[in-house]
């Protein structure tokens, strides 16, 4: 490949890049792995003569999906010695030109409802999902990505879409200034230890669910109820001490608690709200997840 076409090639990989991190970040659910996976197939990339390729968006989607399919059958080994809940890692969306909250689908396809609705799929039906339903790929491209037969693609399609339709929830995009606020009224119940402030945030069967893989400090299993919930994180609070502090975020494109102790990130609560209540919290301490969660990363479509 000439140096020309190397440049080309590279400034392809560059444009597309955005689509091609959200492809596989929401195939695996980790942006770490999907940073990995990127970096693999632009490899893989600058070994290919562009010159044969027609489609350059199709080529690359498909290379990136078979990656992520790779990498997910092989983290998915590792997930069955995982202690306690496995959550998909926090995506910090880069705030680019383009408002990725203006594009409604794109928005709640990474949303953490969403990402954990997508964790319940066998590999080949979260590819098919994602690559349709999500950035609109065609059935035949999809199943050369994927290495199988158009008709099973679309079986494949068929299973995934009643399978996520019967399990997702009513999407609502929060702004960030919505999301400060919640953040501000949230945490002051909570520093004060009002019971009865913070339940009233809080849905009747609100769930917090908490990432740690036995390497920090969080409950186990998942805590149900509001009393319960809030009485957990009035608790949490004392527990930071004076040397704790919360910062407001916006993860997934929904509302978030940023963790500290002193200068140490010990912790993202993504918070997911319906109908002005906080239904679902998901928390991640698990060290190795939290590495790299305050990189803001591009997402496209």
């Given at each position: 490949m000439s140096s020309d076409s190397r440049e080309a090639a590279a400034g392809e990989f560059t444009r597309l890049r955005p689509l091609l991190f959200t492809i596989a970040y929401e195939i695996l659910g980790s942006a770490t792995e999907a940073d990995d996976v990127l970096q693999d197939s632009y490899l893989r990339w600058a070994e290919v003569s562009t010159d044969e390729i027609r489609d350059t968006k199709s080529y690359l989607a498909s290379l990136v999906t078979r990656q992520s399919l790779n990498a997910l059958r092989a983290a998915g080994r590792r997930r069955e010695e995982y202690v306690g809940p496995w959550l998909p890692e926090p995506l910090l969306v880069e705030q680019t030109a383009v408002d990725a909250a203006e594009d409604i689908i794109l928005a709640e396809s990474v949303s953490m409802a969403m990402m954990v609705v997508l964790e319940t799929l066998s590999p080949d039906e979260r590819a098919v999902f994602v690559l349709h339903d999500v950035f609109g790929f065609p059935h035949a491209e999809i199943a050369s990505a994927i290495g199988k037969s158009a008709a099973a693609v679309r079986q494949l399609a068929h299973r995934a879409r009643a399978h996520v339709h019967a399990r997702r929830r009513r999407y609502e995009p929060v702004d960030a200034e919505t999301s400060e606020q919640l953040t501000i009224s949230f945490f002051t119940a909570a520093a004060t230890g009002d019971l009865d402030g913070l339940m009233g945030m809080l849905a009747p069967e609100v769930v917090w669910t908490a990432d740690s893989d036995g390497k920090a400090s969080a409950a186990r299993r998942p805590v149900s109820g509001a009393e319960r919930v809030a009485r957990l994180i009035i608790g949490l609070v004392r527990l930071g001490g004076p040397e704790g502090r919360v910062e407001s975020a916006m993860y997934n494109g929904a509302p978030a608690f940023v963790l500290y102790s002193g200068d140490?990130?010990?912790?993202?609560?993504?918070?997911?709200?319906?109908?002005?209540?906080?239904?679902?919290?998901?928390?991640?301490?698990?060290?190795?997840?939290?590495?790299?969660?305050?990189?803001?990363?591009?997402i496209g479509r």
């Open positions: 140490q990130l010990e912790g993202v609560v993504s918070v997911e709200v319906t109908d002005g209540l906080i239904t679902n919290f998901y928390a991640m301490r698990n060290p190795e997840k939290l590495a790299s969660v305050l990189v803001p990363r591009p």
